[in-house]
């Protein structure tokens, strides 16, 4: 009996042997497996640059990040150290453990070219955007449009007034500033490096970041803690 | 009644009918005994008792009012576009594309389309709504009230909603980020989320269906609900047909972002041959 190659899931890139480190070129997607207790180090290289993030059980995609399990668990909007990123069903799926910036994004989303053309006008259709870059690296590992989810923006400062009044605004990061993250289980992670020039989230220049994942209880450098 | 017969059991199932309950759908919705439009003009007409579900796919134009009877109750909200369900409420998108996080008159609920779903015609809470927490989760309600299952005395939101999405064709992973009416949030300067608790008795919020949208309720008390005990009244959802916001409408035209989606949607169904 032969089996329908139709239905059979997308071959999933290999997983990483620790450490590694990517470059993740302005504008571009990428995305892997993180390993329980491995750490996932963000590095913004220029400086305000915001890394739109979504995180899945590795075992079980249809659990994944939660903005509003994460903020209500935590009784605040912001990330920083301590932050433990739920899922859809309140488990842990990340804590990050390290943090040079202070406070980062749950609110805002993704940019698309859709919300694009509401926001700043049709004229923007054309240009690249967050949702694509989730949309084509998902699709590596047979997720699609269903499993996008309101997601995390890395160096991204979005302040809320008293009056609920929100907006993207000058950024707090700067060159070389890092976010570490540790997985609590197997988890994926998809990543879209914000290719949005029409407000400040990349200070109206994208660049590139850098991935570095690193084997349970070892520093950022790889050695032995 | 003796139930030891086919005929018996018949008979003792057939003398039910015309029981009322407190919470029940009023079929047709047009008997419901005081009808806020022209009477015939009412479609859907239900109470929904706290830690339970209701869905219905509402025809564009039609409006939904929902009304917190107790004081004490907490809509949660999912919307998706009817027969293109991946096409869905897009809580993110509905912030930052109208520049705020609260909910009231006259705010759009968006799809990740850039198109509006619904839009918010009346609200006589004062905003005391909620975009940022989502609803309750198995996990954490076994954690706080000792069960959390939908046949539980305390029922989770997203264990309500994947019923509910059950029974329009959808799975868990057609379910995102979710709204919720009649329990506001505030947000401080330092980002931390103040629970304000409800308006009170009588509360109501009407929206819009501004395309034929497949709504999902789940009448659960907020997550940041600080009360020990499981604690959620009676949800009140009447819909009449009504006309979606036209061109001419103030609505249309109250701010360029909100303009824009209303044209975007205009243009969808334009191309779709829906007028």
Sequence with gaps: ?225 | MATATTYGARDHARAQAGTRADAMPVVPARDWAEPPCEAGHLVWAETVAGGNYTHRVLARGTELRLTDLTGSACAHLLLFVDGRPWERLNVADTVKVQWNAHLGENRLLLSDQGRVLASIVADTTGGRHDALCGTSTLVRNVRRYGAGTAESPSPAGRELFKLAAAKNGLTPRDLPPSLSFFQGVRISEDGDVRFLGPAGPGASVTLRAEQDVTVLIANAPHPSDPQDAYVCGPLEVLAWRAAPTGAKDPLWDATPEGRRAFQNTADFLASRGIQ
């Design chain 1, 1 to 225: 009996m032969t089996t329908s190659t139709a239905s059979a899931p997308p071959a999933a890139p290999a997983v990483p042997a620790t450490p590694a480190t990517f470059t993740v070129a302005a504008r571009a997607a990428w995305s892997s497996v993180v390993r329980a207790g491995e750490t996932l180090t963000l590095t913004d290289l220029h400086g305000n640059q915001a890394v739109d993030f979504l995180v899945y059980d590795a075992a079980d995609t249809t659990v994944r990040y939660s903005a509003p399990d994460t903020i209500h668990a935590q009784g605040g909007i912001f990330l920083t150290t301590g932050s433990v990123l739920l899922s859809n069903e309140h488990t842990p799926l990340m804590t990050v453990v390290a943090d040079d910036v202070g406070r980062h994004d749950t609110v805002g989303g993704a940019c698309s070219k859709e919300s694009n053309t509401l926001r700043y006008g049709h004229h923007t259709w054309s240009q690249h955007a967050c949702v694509d870059n989730f949309l084509a690296e998902g699709a590596r590992w047979g997720l699609d449009k269903r499993d996008l989810v309101s997601n995390i923006n890395w160096y991204m400062n979005v302040p809320v007034e008293e009056d609920g009044t929100l907006g993207i605004v000058d950024g707090l990061s700067a060159p070389g500033l890092k976010v570490t993250l540790r997985a609590e289980r197997d988890v994926l992670v998809l990543v879209s490096n914000c290719p949005q020039i029409n407000n400040p989230c990349n200070g109206f220049e994208p660049t590139p970041v850098e991935m570095t994942i690193t084997a349970a209880h070892a520093t950022h450098e790889g050695r032995a803690a």
